[in-house]
Each structure stands twice: as C-alpha cells, then as structure tokens.
C-alpha cells in the first residue's frame, strides 16, 4: 500500500511564504506523476503544479513565478515552495501521485492565507 503524507500547511499573511511536503511511502523516482491539488471552499480541486518522471513540471497560472515544485529522491519528498502568497491561494492542498496506472492521494493539509 503506497502512502502519500502531507506537512507544513499553516496559517500566513499575505505577502509570505510556507513550504508544503509530501513524503511517499516508495521511491519517487517510480511515480509517472507526482503534483499538487488544492480544494478551497465550495470549489472543485483544482491542479496547483506536478512534475513528470522525466522531469517536466507544469503549474496553473494562478501560481506560476509564485510556486515551486520539487523532488527530493533521497527523501522520497516532493516539496511545493509556495512564496507571494495571496488570500486566493487559501484551500486544503492535497499530494496525489500516479503508481503503475493507480492514483494515491494523500489527506490534504490546510493552507490560510490571511489579508
């Protein structure tokens, strides 16, 4: 059974930063796409940014130049640094990684962003 767990949510003004993580129970090196989801209030989850096993990385436009995903193989760890934050950026984000044609999800970590 893979597990995905997620730290380093919290509570920030606006303007700050916060360093998400995501430690994988297997090797990192072996997912097809590992990324970030964040689901705010009354919204669908939406895509934040994901890096492909042969290390492409995508990000939705409402953070990019503001957020920075990567992997750490060593750590089994991919990180989402997450800087300028906005009162927007505010949700629970979720670690969702693709395994052999399975997805895994880990249980989210709440992110608040205050004005």
């Known amino acids: 059974q893979v597990q995905l767990v997620e730290s380093g949510g919290g509570l920030v003004q606006a303007g700050g930063s916060l360093r998400l993580s995501c430690a994988a129970s297997?090797?990192?090196?072996?997912?097809?796409?590992m990324g970030w989801y964040r689901q705010a209030p009354g919204k669908q989850r939406e895509l934040v940014a994901d890096?492909?096993?042969?290390?492409?990385?995508n990000y939705a436009d409402s953070v990019k130049g503001r957020f920075t995903i990567s992997p750490d193989n060593a750590k089994n760890t991919v990180y989402l640094q997450m800087d300028s934050l906005k009162p927007e950026d505010t949700a629970v984000y979720y670690c969702r990684g693709s395994l052999y044609g399975t997805e895994y999800w880990g249980q989210g970590t709440q992110v608040t962003v205050s004005s």
């Open positions: 297997r090797s990192i090196s072996r997912f097809l796409i």
């Open positions: 890096i492909r096993s042969v290390g492409s990385k």
